[in-house]
């Protein structure tokens, strides 16, 4: 493996600022930035068909330089296989569930336009397909995920940040 690894994707529970931690990394070395929520939801919040969603996931990561900001359930074992690093946000649930609501509210007042020109709505925050519900079903989850690939020699190198300090610090190395 290179000195700073070429292919890295951010991992963590919804809301943990995967994709603010992606753009960073994709700041500070220079590798392309590709929002998984771009790839994966077309306008009117449309869910690209998995088949298609792995196809163009499979095509991103035959690159040789990328940042991602997410490994969907759907796609995460195309992910893994390419990946040279994987930053695992392993926040408390208060942050990011905080963190989360936060940006929900703001997006639904400013009606500030994400993923293929989409518009998170109060009524979408709080409807049963809501991304705060999202949240509370796939945490323990994903937090199992980061620390089973944290437990696992055999896999690509992960950087698992338990808190935003520690980020902000691991950050600032590369």
């Excluded at 220079?30 to 095509?59: F, N």
């Excluded at 035959?62 to 990946?83: F, M, N, P, S, T």
Aim: net charge positive; proline share 6%; aromatic share 8%.
């Amino acid at each position: 493996m290179t000195l700073t690894p070429e292919r890295i994707v951010v991992d963590g529970v919804t809301g943990s600022g995967k994709s603010t931690l992606a753009a960073r990394i994709a700041e500070r070395t220079g590798l392309p930035y590709h929002p998984a929520d771009d790839l994966t939801w077309q306008p009117g919040w449309v869910p690209v068909p998995d088949e298609e969603q792995r196809r163009r996931i499979t095509e991103l990561c035959a690159g040789e330089r990328w940042v991602l900001d997410a490994a969907y359930g759907k796609w995460h074992d195309i992910v893994l296989a390419r990946a040279q690093l994987v930053v695992g946000l392993d926040y408390p649930r208060w942050l990011s569930l905080g963190r989360l609501l936060r940006r929900t509210a703001v997006r639904s007042l400013t009606r500030e336009r994400i993923c293929n020109g989409n518009v998170e709505s109060f009524r979408q925050m709080f409807s049963a397909d809501s991304i705060i519900r999202w949240h509370f079903r796939s945490f323990t989850h994903k937090r199992e995920r980061i620390r089973a690939l944290a437990a696992d020699p055999g896999g690509p190198a992960i950087v698992r940040l338990t808190t935003p300090r520690e980020t902000r610090r691991w950050l600032e190395t590369l």
